[in-house]
Antibody, heavy 116, light 112 residues
Framework: EVQLLESGGGLVQPGGSLRLSCAAS????????MSWVRQAPGKGLEWVSA????????YYADSVKGRFTISRDNSKNTLYLQLNSLTAEDTALYYC?????????WGQGTLVTVSS | DIVMTQTPLSSPVTLGQPASISCRSS???????????LSWLQQRPGQPPRLLIY???NRFSGVPDRFSGSGAGTDFTLKISRVEAEDVGVYYC?????????FGQGTRLEIK
């Protein structure tokens, strides 16, 4: 059974940083691209970032480019998202998702709240 | 960026009746590899999104056959043949033909 378990969310002040993690199991993690998608409270889905199988190529939404960094450790079956220079507009539930030009499996999400 | 526009944004439906959601993209979703990377997701209240349909018309594993997808180019449709109570939620179309991946605004399906 495919499982994706996000962690690392929390309350952070504007300008602060967080590192999100997504532990994957139930599939060959190193064989699949992965992605982060976020959802602000009461809002729709917003794609954030994606990474290829080896981690050699990454993609970002313009809204996070230069502030967020996606990475992965295939030896640990774990996906990461480093969030820097956070603003209130980054407040959202952050999901990790397995990516094959569609998102076939999603985690439950980890909540990031940016507030002073 | 490719803009995805869904209609309607809200759809009250009677149990057992059909429902249809349209999704239009601002440019063709046909990839250079010949595939069309349009998918549909369902998000039930308090739950993460769930994949229903990928590449326009392929039902994902475990998805009931009352869900179907169709379309081509820039115009796509999700149909539910007979709505059940468990279908309540928000439905999103999304494109992954090119980065950035983009989603429609979501269509809220509710029971009359």
């Amino acid at each position: 059974e495919v499982q994706l378990l996000e962690s690392g969310g929390g309350l952070v002040q504007p300008g602060g940083s967080l590192r999100l993690s997504c532990a994957a199991s139930g599939f060959t993690f190193s064989s699949y691209a992965m992605s982060w998608v976020r959802q602000a409270p009461g809002k729709g889905l917003e794609w954030v970032s994606a990474i290829t199988t080896s981690g050699g190529t990454t993609y970002y939404a313009d809204s996070v480019k230069g502030r967020f960094t996606i990475s992965r450790d295939n030896s640990k079956n774990t996906l990461y998202l480093q969030l820097n220079s956070l603003t209130a507009e980054d407040t959202a539930l952050y999901y990790c998702a397995k990516y094959q030009r569609y998102f076939d499996y999603w985690g439950q999400g980890t909540l990031v709240t940016v507030s002073s | 960026d490719i803009v995805m526009t869904q209609t309607p944004l809200s759809s009250p439906v009677t149990l057992g009746q059909p429902a249809s959601i349209s999704c239009r993209s601002s440019q063709s979703l046909v990839h250079s590899d010949g595939n069309t990377y349009l998918s549909w997701l369902q998000q039930r209240p308090g739950q993460p999104p769930r994949l229903l349909i990928y590449q326009v018309s392929n039902r994902f594993s475990g998805v009931p056959d009352r869900f179907s997808g169709s379309g081509a180019g820039t115009d796509f449709t999700l149909k539910i043949s007979r709505v059940e109570a468990e279908d309540v939620g928000v439905y999103y179309c999304m494109q992954a033909t090119q980065f950035p991946v983009t989603f429609g605004q979501g269509t809220r399906l509710e029971i009359k």
